[in-house]
């Protein structure tokens, strides 16, 4: 089984090599001896992620995710990146290709397909729901030190 390749780990920053879309599928999530999900991995604990989590997934033509879920805290946003296929939420189909986003409650009941005839490729990240607005997007600080490459 395939796992993601550190490649920097420093005070304030670590990053991760997952190597290209197309091996993902060479990646498998173990939920339980009977329950595997092929062409999914999750990033947020091999980057030391606090606050967040997310996954890459790949879906052959013709398959699709395999489960109805929901969340207890987590709200979800997936960004399709390749393919195309079909996000489902609450019985109603949304088409999805690359450059479609989606975002999800946590009591959404989700599943996605891939009705293209080429992979389907998704990010997914997870976090704890909060009310819109609830981010501070002026967060950051801009510093007077100049970049030296």
Same mark, same amino acid.
């Not at 999750?42 to 790949?58: C, L, M, N, R, V």
């Not at 399709?80 to 189909?93: I, K």
């Not at 990240?125 to 997007?137: D, M």
């Given at each position: 089984?395939k796992?993601?390749?550190?490649?920097?780990?420093?005070? &304030?920053?670590t990053?991760?090599?997952?190597?290209?879309?197309? $091996? /993902?599928? &060479?990646?498998?999530? $173990? /939920?339980?001896?009977?329950?595997?999900?092929?062409?999914?991995?999750?990033?947020g604990?091999?980057?030391?992620?606090?606050?967040?989590?997310f996954?890459?997934?790949?879906?052959?033509p013709?398959? $699709?995710?395999?489960? %109805?879920?929901t969340?207890?805290?987590?709200?979800?946003l %997936?960004?399709f990146?390749?393919?195309?296929?079909? %996000?489902?939420?609450d019985?109603?189909?949304?088409?999805v290709?690359?450059?479609?986003?989606?975002?999800?409650s946590? $009591?959404?009941?989700?599943?996605?397909? &891939?009705?293209?005839?080429?992979? /389907?490729?998704? /990010?997914?990240?997870? %976090?704890?729901?909060?009310?819109?607005?609830?981010? &501070?997007?002026?967060?950051?600080?801009?510093?007077?030190?100049?970049?030296?490459?």
């Amino acid at each position: 089984m395939k796992s993601p390749k550190l490649t920097a780990d420093i005070a &304030n920053a670590t990053a991760i090599d997952f190597g290209s879309f197309a $091996e /993902l599928g &060479n990646y498998v999530l $173990e /939920l339980g001896p009977d329950a595997k999900i092929p062409g999914k991995v999750f990033g947020g604990a091999p980057i030391k992620a606090g606050g967040a989590d997310f996954s890459f997934q790949t879906f052959a033509p013709g398959t $699709e995710g395999g489960f %109805y879920h929901t969340h207890k805290d987590h709200e979800e946003l %997936y960004f399709f990146l390749s393919g195309e296929g079909e %996000y489902q939420v609450d019985g109603r189909n949304i088409p999805v290709k690359e450059g479609s986003v989606v975002r999800v409650s946590p $009591e959404g009941k989700r599943a996605v397909r &891939n009705t293209g005839s080429t992979p /389907l490729v998704m /990010l997914c990240i997870q %976090y704890n729901a909060a009310p819109v607005g609830s981010v &501070n997007p002026s967060d950051g600080t801009i510093l007077p030190e100049q970049v030296k490459w």
